[in-house]
């Protein structure tokens, strides 16, 4: 075990978390309530898009982990833990045969594959298992767009092309390309393939 030297813990005591603690009835349809707890706390972290995403996708992952060895008409709690840009979520349930998953299991990698750190804990004695979810906000790189900023792009480019699709029965209906080139303008959003988004 590692030292952890006076004026780190002293650095961490100066910091300031805040704690969130919430508890909903073991069952799937309530996990929905911790993934939006979730992603609504990261973005009071100014987590990016892609960040929050993950975090949601993540807690839900963790839960249904442990709804399966809940016992009936029990509560799944949720502890946030909020502290400079890094927020650590823990997902426990009351178990009759605690369990969590192997370090080597698929389920393992892709919770700390989206969640960044991952730490499990089992109380046999308390009938108790715990996933611990830690991420960090990371920065943006300027000038490049995230993968969710594209996804956005293209679900405006998608919705113009239905939204303005010319209807059966209209007489000279055309689409807002042909307005806009027919006016000299521009719809504000660069058609796929001008490298402006999709290089």
């Known amino acids: 075990m590692t030292d952890v030297p006076d004026n780190a813990d002293a650095a961490r005591d ?3 978390m805040d704690v969130v603690e919430l508890g909903v009835p073991a069952r799937t349809a309530y996990v929905s309530v911790l993934r939006t707890t979730a ?3 990261a973005a009071r972290l100014d987590f990016t898009l892609d960040e929050i995403e993950d975090l949601r996708i993540a807690v ?3 839960s249904a982990l442990l709804l399966t060895q809940a016992v009936p008409g029990s509560q799944l709690s949720c502890r946030f833990e909020l502290a400079g840009d ?4 823990s997902v426990s349930v009351h178990s009759r045969n605690p369990r969590v998953p192997a370090r080597n299991s698929f389920a393992w990698t892709v ?6 750190h991952v730490d499990t804990l089992v109380q046999p004695e308390h009938q108790r298992a715990t996933v611990t979810l830690t ?3 990371e920065a943006v790189a300027p000038n490049h767009p995230s993968s969710a900023q594209v996804r956005a792009l ?3 480019r998608n919705q113009r092309g239905r939204d303005h699709r010319p209807r ?5 209906a055309t689409t807002v390309e042909g307005n806009a080139a027919s006016a000299g303008g521009s719809t504000g959003v660069p058609p796929r393939g001008s490298g402006a988004v999709d290089q």
């Not at 919770?111 to 960044?116: D, I, K, Q, R, V």
């Open 14 to 16: 100066d910091q300031e």
């Open 39 to 41: 992603a609504a706390l």
């Open 60 to 62: 839900d992952e963790a």
């Open 86 to 89: 890094e927020l650590t979520v």
């Open 111 to 116: 919770l700390t594959a989206l969640a960044g």
């Open 135 to 137: 991420k960090r906000g």
């Open 154 to 156: 293209d679900d405006v």
């Open 168 to 172: 059966t029965g209209e007489a000279g």
